[in-house]
T-cell receptor, first 109, second 115 residues
Framework: KNEVEQSPQNLTAQEGEFITINCSYS?????LHWLQQHPGGGIVSLFM???GKKKHGRLIATINIQEKHSSLHITASHPRDSAVYIC???????????FGKGTLLTVNP | DARVTQTPRHKVTEMGQEVTMRCQPI?????VFWYRQTMMQGLELLAY????????DSGMPKDRFSAEMPDATLATLKIQPSEPRDSAVYFC?????????????FGAGTRLSVL
């Protein structure tokens, strides 16, 4: 069983819809990253969270350390949001990163 | 516009050949990471450096892979000898201070095909 589980694996939405991607993990962590990988392959780090909530534009990330769960929300989704969203947790004293398998989001116009 | 630069972008080689991938981290960043991405395994951390010293390379097959930082502006990942199962996209990322404190900036990746 993976230490980091994302759901759903694939998500298709219509432009304007509110999107939620979930990440659950089974180990103690010091922080969690949300990454975005575009169809061309480039990876962008969106958020680093250790507690609470962060917001950047239409993106909101939340984390509940007790429940070992994080969510990434996209408000007013747009076709340019189409990408793979990857959750990664930081564990251990050496800050080892463990990745989820990613969620493929497709937003149709 | 500061960015992490990786070369080459694409590499096709034959099994048994040596492959060297290079990464120029963002100036001033003191942490460098090497990741590998495949369809089957997704993203995996191979190794990372802080202030040029290797901190963790437990994700890297030691018999054929080696990672070094000869100076603050260059990180290298070598595979010798390469095998078809090494075919993947290799990403370098850099950051400042601890992972838990800062965002990482990713290079565009080196797409490696070993025939």
């Amino acid at each position: 069983k993976n230490e980091v589980e994302q759901s759903p694996q694939n998500l298709t939405a219509q432009e304007g819809e509110f999107i939620t991607i979930n990440c659950s993990y089974s180990v103690g962590i010091s922080a969690l990253h949300w990454l975005q990988q575009h169809p061309g392959g480039g990876i962008v780090s969106l958020f680093m969270l250790s507690s609470g909530k962060k917001k950047h534009g239409r993106l909101i990330a939340t984390i509940n350390i007790q429940e070992k769960h994080s969510s990434l929300h996209i408000t007013a989704s747009h076709p340019r949001d189409s990408a793979v969203y990857i959750c990664a947790v930081i564990t251990g004293s050496n800050y080892k990163l463990t990745f989820g398998k990613g969620t493929l989001l497709t937003v149709n116009p | 516009d500061a960015r992490v630069t990786q070369t080459p972008r694409h590499k096709v080689t034959e099994m048994g050949q040596e492959v060297t991938m290079r990464c120029q981290p963002i100036l001033g960043h003191n942490t460098v990471f090497w990741y590998r991405q495949t369809m089957m395994q997704g993203l995996e951390l191979l190794a990372y450096f802080r202030n040029r010293a290797p901190l963790d390379d437990s994700g890297m097959p030691k018999d054929r892979f080696s990672a070094e930082m000869p100076d603050a502006t260059l990180a290298t990942l070598k595979i010798q000898p390469s095998e078809p199962r090494d075919s993947a996209v290799y990403f370098c990322a850099s950051g400042y201070r601890a992972l838990a404190k800062n965002i990482q900036y990713f290079g565009a990746g080196t797409r490696l095909s070993v025939l």
